[in-house]
């Protein structure tokens, strides 16, 4: 009897993980239509399902990138070889150099720099160290990405926060404080490709699918003014939404934890970012000649030759998981464009939708709102990996650019300002202690309706003069 209650309270628990694997098998079961083989049919199922288990997450995300890893060969979607040569491509080497990357610069302790830096330009000012929070917050996940440029901003604003001794002047502080780095990292992680698995995962997409092999700088030259009115556009909202007497009060007073951070740069800090800032040489000036993700492993093995980490460092730091879980969708994304479902899919919606020149406008506003809705309940990498090859797929029907969709796809699905969950800089913050999620909402669908405003704007004016 306990046995039974058990095994009832644990399929309450993860009905959303059967109910998924039922929309997988009811694609299974079922006849392919006209025009799409079975394996391109069982893909939809597939995708549908992962879906449904990204939004509710009824596991943790590396087991439902396992799970889609080991069904893709159960249904006969996809081969073994085909399985395993998704692990061992430009993508996920560069998110692998990246996260090696981001480890070592942690290990070395940037944050102290940072904080040393960003309390000498302040000054003492609220809207100075808000800018410079939000600026230095968005430059740094911009090169590194989301996850590391977070982890690497926590310890420096914890240990100013952590000298506050009043408890309600320290939370009402901390707010703002994280709110920046938070939303920084998120917008930061826009301006370049290394500033978030989704915009590789549209880079690969449009390299093997599309023929069109994007360089570094070119995604720069598109992004970095949506960057910087972002980089403005928060520091006026959460200046505007926080400031009190108590915050500006206790700004100030963290000017006197400066000298912590007088310790001059060692040797081995100097070679840590010297070979951060090659790194991004690299990716400007060779990323066509000699790839971006063997750039970043480049970097990476850097730290090792220069005794800057050691193995045991990636080892343990470095979340092996998120590699798993970024391969895995990049399957999936792939399976969908090889197996016709993306085709069959794009086919259907255009056979319905063809109204014409009005679709120049229409469908890059469609995607610049639907996509971070999605991404916001699911999070970027799967928005990006299941939508994407369907909107480049449209691209191509409708006769718009597919570079500036990828862009816009990959720029869109990371406005995950209301779910903290869904940006991992957000879920970073959020794990102090000093955020609610009722917070993130409230501030956040502002900062996302001026987004997907801006984006919109920019999409349709100056994308089209660069293209």
């Given at each position: ?5 058990s095994s ?12 998924g ?31 449904i288990?990204?939004m ?13 890893i ?20 430009e ?6 150099g ?6 070592a ?58 000298r506050?001794?009043n408890?309600?002047i ?19 992680g826009?301006?370049a ?56 009060s206790?700004i ?5 934890f400066?000298h ?11 070679t ?100 971070p ?31 500036s969709?990828?862009i816009?796809?990959a720029v ?50 100056y ?5």
């Open positions: 009897m306990s046995m039974m209650r009832f309270l644990y399929a309450i628990n993860r009905k959303w993980l059967f109910i694997l039922a929309v997988v098998f009811l694609f299974f079961l079922t006849d392919a239509p006209t025009g799409l083989g079975y394996e391109g049919w069982r893909a939809i199922g597939l995708a549908l399902g992962s879906l288990w990204f509710k997450r009824p596991v943790r995300p590396v087991a439902i990138a396992l799970l889609i080991v069904l893709h060969v159960l249904l006969g979607i996809s081969s073994n070889e085909e399985v395993a040569g998704s692990f061992f491509n993508s996920v080497f560069f998110i692998m990246l996260l090696m990357i981001g480890t610069m942690i290990k070395r302790g940037l944050d102290k720099t940072i904080g040393k830096l960003l309390f000498t330009i302040s000054g003492g000012s609220i809207q100075r160290f808000l800018c410079c929070l939000v600026y230095s917050s968005a430059l740094l996940s911009m090169i590194i990405g989301e996850y590391a440029s977070s982890a690497i901003m926590l310890p420096f604003v914890l240990t100013v926060l952590g506050e001794e408890k309600l320290r939370r009402v502080a901390a707010k703002p404080i994280l709110f920046g780095i938070a939303f920084g990292c998120i917008i930061g826009i301006g490709p290394s500033g978030g698995a989704r915009n590789v995962i549209m880079l690969q997409y449009l390299k093997e699918h599309h023929g069109y092999n994007m360089l570094y700088a070119e995604w720069i030259k598109y992004t970095l003014p949506l960057m910087i009115l972002g980089i403005i556009i928060i520091t006026i909202l959460i200046y505007s939404s926080f400031t009190t007497r108590k915050i500006k206790f100030l007073n963290a000017d006197l400066k912590e951070w007088k310790k001059p740069l060692g040797p081995e800090d100097k840590a970012i010297f070979i951060l800032v090659i790194t991004v040489i690299l990716w400007l000036f060779f990323s066509n000649q000699l790839g971006m993700g063997i750039i970043a492993v480049f970097g990476a093995s850097l730290y090792l030759v220069f005794g800057i980490v050691k193995w045991d460092d990636y080892n343990h730091n470095v979340n092996w998981g998120v590699i798993v879980l970024y391969s895995a969708v990049i399957l999936l994304g792939n399976t969908l464009y090889n197996k016709g479902s993306a085709d069959w899919i794009a086919d259907n919606i255009f056979h319905y939708t063809n109204f014409g020149k009005i679709l120049l406008y229409l469908f890059p506003a469609l995607i610049a709102v639907i996509v809705l999605i991404s916001n309940i699911m999070g970027a990498i799967g928005a990006a990996a299941i939508f994407g090859p369907i909107a480049l797929k449209l691209s191509v029907l409708y006769g718009i650019s597919p570079v969709t990828a816009l796809t869109a699905s990371s406005f995950a300002f209301l779910n903290f969950k869904a940006s991992p800089a957000s879920l970073i913050l959020y794990s102090t202690g000093y955020l609610q999620p009722t917070e993130f909402r409230r501030l956040g669908w502002k900062m996302l309706v001026i987004s997907v405003i801006l984006l919109i704007i920019i999409s349709l004016n994308w089209n003069l660069i293209i």
